[in-house]
């Protein structure tokens, strides 16, 4: 890293001056380039098959003429194709989930692994964190980017970490109680279940010491964040992050909640139009493409996150000249088609949780019936309304229904369902289950 912020709180760099980032992304980009193209034989094929060598990066823009990577080139080459120094070098490897088939494996060197710590580090900074701050990390711990990545740049910023895990939720509840925790990180919807496993124990989140949550690793919606903050009385900030990338810490909200700051000294981004592959101008809605400029293990260059956002270039309000993206509202693995609709399940959380009455608890049944691909939607409502009469309960899924409807576009069938009958998550929420005959 370069000169006069070297030994300064790294946070300075989330208020660099314009010139002096853009300058500093393309070194590291060139630097980054050069390295793919003498290590990973599948980036240096493909720059051959363009004709391209590293030199060709001279502006920032020229990063449009290099080629995308994408998820299943991490497939293809599993476990450490893509690795760009030898294993005596790499000292940490993490893996995702991948529903199907092979997971998606990741490693670090251990200046890497300093550029994570760095980046959350700033991340928890940015929504406020102090050492003075205890810390519970309630994403799972293991091959899961989440645990691991949140601690150690919680124990950067000197705040005192708990290291809970994911998981024993009424024991999470008894120690933040007891610990007197300001901050957890977990997925959106595991703090869902907290707020409710609290309550079962006769504790309201809104009288402990907890003030901050900082969620991420899935899609949740602007309506879900303002029924946490009620419930709980916290602020719920939006991180983001993949473990292609790094894991955590690619992006996150500052004090104004109003998009996620991108640590671009780190990752650059790019908004693509998914079709064809265009690079996209700030402001305009498209596909996430993130480039490391420091991750010297496995280096991604244009990766394409299938991820829907857009960047927002406009100065924050917080003073932070990092750019931001909005919130991450829909990912294209996400999206189904129903009788030629797109649908996102974050327009129906959206549309759920604008009706008085629901819990923010659901699932999502696609099936197929006389030949038709079908929505239900099972919602749960609160207790009292639950025993209430047959006609409140008829009235609000009415509601429901036409809030759905009218979202979407498609008819659905929406199902009021008793208080803790859908399962809940402690990690990354499944709220999609697909019935459909093929
Ligand atoms: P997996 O692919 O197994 O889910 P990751 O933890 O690497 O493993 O998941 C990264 C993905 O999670 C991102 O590409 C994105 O789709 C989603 N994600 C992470 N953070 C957020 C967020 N704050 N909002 C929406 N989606 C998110
Ligand atoms: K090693
Ligand atoms: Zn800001």
């Given at each position: 890293?370069?000169?006069?912020?070297?030994?300064?709180?790294?946070?300075?760099?989330?208020?660099?001056?314009?010139?002096?980032?853009?300058?500093?992304?393309?070194?590291?980009?060139?630097?980054?380039?050069?390295?793919?193209?003498?290590?990973?034989?599948?980036?240096?094929?493909?720059?051959?098959?363009?004709?391209?060598?590293?030199?060709?990066?001279?502006?920032?823009?020229?990063?449009?003429?290099?080629?995308?990577?994408?998820?299943?080139?991490?497939?293809?080459?599993?476990?450490?194709?893509?690795?760009?120094?030898?294993?005596?070098?790499?000292?940490?490897?993490?893996?995702?989930?991948?529903?199907?088939?092979?997971?998606?494996?990741?490693?670090?060197?251990?200046?890497?692994?300093?550029?994570?710590?760095?980046?959350?580090?700033?991340?928890?900074?940015?929504c406020g964190l102090?050492?003075?701050?205890?810390?519970?990390?309630?994403?799972g711990y293991g091959?899961?980017?989440?645990?691991?990545?949140?601690?150690?740049?919680?124990?950067?910023?000197?705040?005192?970490?708990?290291?809970?895990?994911?998981?024993?939720?009424?024991?999470?509840?008894?120690?933040?109680?007891?610990?007197?925790?300001?901050?957890?990180?977990?997925?959106?919807?595991?703090?869902?279940?907290?707020?409710?496993?609290?309550?079962?124990?006769?504790?309201?989140?809104?009288?402990?010491?907890?003030?901050?949550?900082?969620?991420?690793?899935?899609?949740?919606?602007?309506?879900?964040?303002?029924?946490?903050?009620?419930?709980?009385?916290?602020?719920?900030?939006?991180?983001?992050?993949?473990?292609?990338?790094?894991?955590?810490?690619?992006?996150?909200?500052?004090?104004?909640?109003?998009?996620?700051?991108?640590?671009?000294?780190?990752?650059?981004?790019?908004?693509?139009?998914?079709?064809?592959?265009?690079?996209?101008?700030?402001?305009?809605?498209?596909?996430?493409?993130?480039?490391?400029?420091?991750?010297?293990?496995?280096?991604?260059?244009?990766?394409?996150?299938?991820?829907?956002?857009?960047?927002?270039?406009?100065?924050?309000?917080?003073?932070?000249?990092?750019?931001?993206?909005?919130?991450?509202?829909?990912?294209?693995d996400d999206m189904?088609?129903?009788?030629?609709?797109?649908?996102?399940?974050?327009?129906?959380?959206?549309?759920?949780?604008?009706?008085?009455?629901?819990?923010?608890?659901?699932?999502?049944?696609?099936?197929?019936?006389?030949?038709?691909?079908?929505?239900?939607?099972?919602?749960?409502?609160?207790?009292?309304?639950?025993?209430?009469?047959?006609?409140?309960?008829?009235?609000?899924?009415?509601?429901?229904?036409?809030?759905?409807?009218?979202?979407?576009?498609?008819?659905?069938?929406?199902?009021?369902?008793?208080?803790?009958?859908?399962?809940?998550?402690?990690?990354?929420?499944?709220?999609?289950?697909?019935?459909?005959?093929?």
């Open positions: 890293m370069s000169s006069q912020y070297l030994n300064d709180d790294l946070s300075a760099l989330d208020y660099v001056q314009k010139d002096y980032l853009r300058g500093l992304q393309l070194e590291r980009l060139r630097k980054m380039v050069q390295h793919a193209y003498d290590h990973v034989e599948l980036f240096n094929s493909r720059m051959k098959e363009r004709n391209l060598v590293p030199a060709d990066v001279k502006s920032l823009g020229d990063i449009a003429k290099l080629p995308f990577m994408v998820k299943a080139d991490l497939r293809d080459t599993y476990p450490f194709g893509l690795f760009a120094v030898p294993m005596s070098e790499v000292v940490r490897l993490h893996a995702s989930s991948g529903t199907t088939g092979k997971p998606i494996v990741v490693g670090y060197t251990r200046s890497d692994l300093e550029v994570w710590m760095e980046v959350v580090k700033r991340a928890f900074a940015s102090t050492r003075d701050d205890v810390i519970q990390v309630s994403y091959l899961f980017t989440g645990g691991l990545g949140a601690h150690y740049g919680a124990e950067a910023l000197g705040a005192t970490v708990v290291p809970t895990s994911g998981g024993n939720t009424q024991r999470q509840i008894m120690l933040m109680r007891d610990f007197g925790t300001t901050a957890v990180c977990c997925t959106p919807s595991y703090f869902n279940f907290m707020i409710e496993q609290a309550l079962a124990q006769g504790i309201d989140m809104r009288d402990l010491p907890i003030k901050a949550g900082i969620f991420g690793a899935e899609p949740w919606t602007e309506e879900m964040r303002k029924r946490i903050e009620a419930a709980s009385g916290i602020k719920a900030y939006d991180i983001y992050g993949l473990s292609e990338i790094i894991g955590p810490g690619v992006a996150i909200e500052c004090g104004c909640q109003q998009g996620m700051h991108v640590f671009e000294d780190h990752f650059y981004p790019e908004i693509i139009n998914p079709e064809t592959g265009e690079v996209l101008p700030d402001g305009e809605t498209g596909e996430l493409v993130l480039t490391t400029l420091s991750k010297y293990a496995m280096p991604m260059i244009r990766y394409r996150t299938r991820d829907i956002t857009k960047i927002i270039a406009e100065p924050c309000e917080c003073g932070r000249t990092i750019r931001r993206i909005a919130r991450i509202s829909s990912r294209s189904f088609i129903i009788r030629g609709v797109n649908v996102f399940p974050s327009q129906i959380e959206t549309a759920i949780l604008s009706v008085d009455g629901t819990m923010p608890h659901y699932n999502i049944i696609l099936y197929t019936e006389n030949g038709l691909d079908n929505i239900e939607v099972d919602v749960e409502i609160n207790e009292e309304l639950f025993s209430d009469k047959v006609r409140s309960m008829e009235a609000l899924q009415h509601r429901l229904t036409s809030a759905i409807e009218g979202l979407i576009g498609l008819r659905v069938r929406v199902k009021l369902v008793a208080p803790n009958t859908i399962q809940r998550s402690e990690g990354k929420a499944r709220r999609v289950i697909d019935h459909r005959e093929r």
